[in-house]
């Protein structure tokens, strides 16, 4: 596998994160039928790439509009991605499941605009992502394309996740998924260390 792909398949995996998505899509989830709860999960990921795919194509224009330069964005990602990660490391997550009879067309597309689409798949990390690993002045169109595919694939894993999620979430149980999600986060705090450096190394012309 080309290696630009499989970094890029690593770091988007680990900051979409999609097993530990499941245990907020069955909270969210829980009060409708199967096939609602699956019309939810397609149209979370659908808006997921929406919001995605805007930000690789207008997301540098709009820094450079903002007079932000990609060193300075690589710094701060790396720092908000830091935090995010350590608190995937280190928080303990509470979700809890709604109760009611939710099931109307208001209620399904609440539900997978917020907090599905956004912040669990495509929340400021995902954003940051995909603007750094498409930055115009390190990336040609095609790379920026395979970049483009990778995210779409890893949002097709993340519908698949959803589609099954009680086998998921009945297969890892609480503390299968808790493990996940915190070694997820270990190497999301690497990744952002790395993106901290990079920037760091860009804005002062470093050789290391």
Known sequence: MDQHIFTDFVYLLVVIDPI???PE??????????????RTAIRAVLISAAILIAFII????????????LPSFSIAGGLVLLAISLQ???????????????????ALRDVAVFPLATPHIAGPSAILAVVLLTDNEKFGFFEQAQTALVMLFVLA??????????????????????????VSGLVLAALAVETILDGIRASFSLPF
């Open 20 to 22: 530990g998505v499941v």
């Open 25 to 38: 899509f069955i909270a969210v989830t829980g009060h409708q039928s199967p096939e609602a709860r699956r």
């Open 58 to 69: 207008a997301g540098q224009i709009l820094l450079e509009a903002l007079g932000i330069t």
């Open 88 to 106: 995937r490391i280190l928080t303990t997550t509470d979700i809890q499941v709604e109760e009611g009879p939710k099931s109307s067309v208001g």
């Open 157 to 182: 894993l993340t519908l698949a996740v959803f589609l099954v999620a009680g086998t998921v979430q009945r297969f890892l149980g609480e503390t299968g998924a808790d493990v996940i999600g915190r």
